[in-house]
């Protein structure tokens, strides 16, 4: 299989462990890519790195959930669903709600990257719907920290579906309300507003989407 390659800015960051873990063990060589990983020291760089071409892909946190206007090009890879979860000692302890109502009850793991951590509408396909305002017990911005709180039983918490999935299976976390669901959200591949895309850029994107549709199957 030809391999191309792929210069990829990311910040030296946890979020960063699915690409650096790819190169190591070869991943990326297994999908014809090879990852050419260089760090940024800020945001901002990356943003620059990404946009002035110094890179083809850049490793971002926004892509996930719910854009913001911009000049970029965003391409969605995936959609995902909002699920309620606990640790199964949570639940034990505290009962297992049959209603949104009663989430407000329980600790919650507060996400401070979103807009509004704290308020959730829930909804049914009856049409029937449920505003709930979380009683916030920890706070944190990076989302593997909150499920790993969420598993130690710090508090309920809700993350996207395809990163508790393995959880819930295993039964290290029970997933909440299930008559009930939040918005979905979005997988996006976001390139720079250039006519000009490498073939190393657009194998990465298919692989990626690839990998996805995988996960969430």
Same mark, same amino acid.
């Given at each position: 299989?030809?391999?191309?390659?792929?210069?990829?800015?990311?910040?030296?960051?946890?979020?960063?462990?699915?690409?650096?873990?790819?190169?190591?063990?070869?991943?990326?060589? =297994?999908?014809?890519?090879?990852?050419?990983? $260089?760090?940024? %020291?800020?945001?901002? +760089?990356?943003?620059?790195?990404? /946009?002035? &071409?110094?890179?083809?892909?850049?490793?971002?946190?926004?892509?996930?959930?719910?854009?913001?206007?911009?000049?970029?090009?965003?391409?969605?890879?995936?959609?995902?669903?909002?699920?309620?979860?606990?640790?199964?000692?949570?639940?034990?302890?505290?009962?297992?709600?049959?209603?949104?109502?009663?989430? =407000?009850?329980?600790?919650?793991?507060?996400? $401070?990257?979103? %807009?509004?951590?704290? +308020?959730?509408?829930?909804?049914? /396909?009856? &049409?029937?719907?449920?505003?709930?305002?979380?009683?916030?017990?920890?706070?944190?911005?990076?989302?593997?920290?909150?499920?790993?709180?969420?598993?130690?039983?710090?508090?309920?918490?809700?993350?996207?579906?395809?990163?508790?999935?393995?959880?819930?299976?295993?039964?290290?976390?029970?997933?909440?309300?299930?008559?009930?669901?939040?918005?979905?959200?979005?997988?996006?591949?976001?390139?720079?507003?250039?006519?000009?895309?490498? /073939?190393?850029?657009?194998?990465?994107?298919?692989?990626?989407?690839?990998?996805?549709?995988?996960?969430?199957?």
């Amino acid at each position: 299989m030809r391999t191309v390659t792929l210069p990829v800015a990311y910040m030296p960051l946890v979020d960063a462990a699915p690409l650096i873990v790819a190169r190591e063990i070869g991943f990326d060589h =297994a999908e014809g890519v090879s990852l050419d990983l $260089r760090p940024a %020291p800020s945001w901002s +760089s990356l943003r620059d790195m990404l /946009a002035f &071409g110094h890179v083809d892909a850049a490793h971002l946190l926004s892509p996930i959930g719910w854009l913001a206007n911009s000049a970029n090009v965003a391409r969605k890879l995936a959609d995902f669903q909002q699920i309620v979860v606990a640790s199964p000692d949570l639940v034990e302890q505290l009962g297992r709600p049959d209603h949104p109502e009663r989430l =407000a009850a329980f600790p919650f793991v507060e996400h $401070r990257a979103l %807009p509004n951590p704290l +308020s959730w509408k829930f909804s049914k /396909a009856t &049409g029937e719907t449920c505003d709930v305002k979380m009683n916030p017990a920890l706070r944190a911005d990076v989302t593997p920290a909150i499920k790993v709180m969420a598993i130690e039983g710090a508090g309920i918490s809700i993350l996207p579906d395809f990163f508790a999935k393995r959880e819930i299976e295993n039964g290290t976390l029970i997933r909440l309300v299930r008559d009930w669901a939040l918005p979905t959200g979005g997988i996006y591949a976001v390139y720079p507003p250039t006519q000009f895309r490498s /073939a190393a850029t657009k194998r990465f994107a298919e692989m990626f989407a690839e990998r996805l549709r995988s996960s969430l199957a």
